[in-house]
């Protein structure tokens, strides 16, 4: 089982909805990560998050926006998706150092 | 961004078969790191490796960090059907938060 809880596991959502995706760690880690990834690729990151502060954004589309109300929560805010945005979303999370990262089970995102 | 080069991008074995597969860059890394990945699911985390030269092992897998740190191996013996899945290695350099990924090898076993 993992340590990294995310829900929902599977959203199907229209181009004009906005939802949210969450994570959730109590593992006491301070960095908490968004990933996209495609099938047969490896994961893509989008957002890092250290000390509940975003730390890196690589250049993701607005109509992402990442939320860490907490040192154990992580949301992904979904707004006006394209369908090429369907993929599953990854979130991970890690300790100081060179500790490893750890994932969740991802949520299966659908735009239509 | 950078990725790693891992090969092969899949195998097709029989069970009972060792597999090898290897990840290679032109820089360094201060750690190496295994993972699996069945499908509709997350990565899991194989092996950590932390010292060039380093060996570790986890069961039926052994993983080692080459020499130069700019490489890494993962062995599976005598290969099982849960084995099947997607294999990624990862390097991460000193303080960095990014992980660098290879492109997976898919591993197929036919009983």
């Known amino acids: 089982d993992t340590e990294v809880t995310q829900t929902p596991k599977h959203l199907v959502m229209g181009m004009t909805n906005k939802k949210s995706l969450k994570c959730e760690q109590h593992?006491?880690?301070?960095?908490m990560y968004w990933y996209k990834q495609k099938a047969k690729k490896p994961p893509e990151l989008m957002f890092v998050y250290s000390y509940e502060k975003l730390s890196i954004n690589e250049s993701v589309p607005s109509r992402f926006s990442p939320e860490c109300p907490n040192s154990s929560l992580l949301n992904l805010h979904l707004h006006a998706l394209q369908p090429e945005d369907s993929a599953l979303y990854l979130c991970?999370?890690?300790?100081?150092?060179?500790?490893?990262?750890?994932f969740g089970n991802g949520t299966r995102l659908t735009v239509t | 961004g950078q990725q790693l080069n891992q090969s092969p991008q899949s195998m097709f074995i029989q069970e009972g078969e060792d597999v090898s597969m290897n990840c290679t860059s032109s820089?360094?890394?201060?750690?190496w790191l295994w993972y699996k990945q069945d499908p509709g699911e997350g990565p899991v985390l194989l092996i950590a490796l932390y010292k060039a030269g380093e060996l570790t092992s986890n069961g039926r897998l052994t993983a080692q960090f080459g020499i130069t740190r700019k490489d890494s191996f993962l062995n599976i013996s005598a290969s099982i059907p849960s084995d099947v899945g997607i294999y990624f290695c990862a390097g991460q350099r000193q303080g960095a938060q990014k992980l660098v990924f290879g492109q997976g090898t898919r591993l197929t076993i036919n009983p």
């Open positions: 991970a999370s890690r300790d100081r150092g060179n500790s490893p990262l750890h």
């Open positions: 593992m006491g880690h301070r960095a």
């Open positions: 820089s360094i890394f201060n750690t």
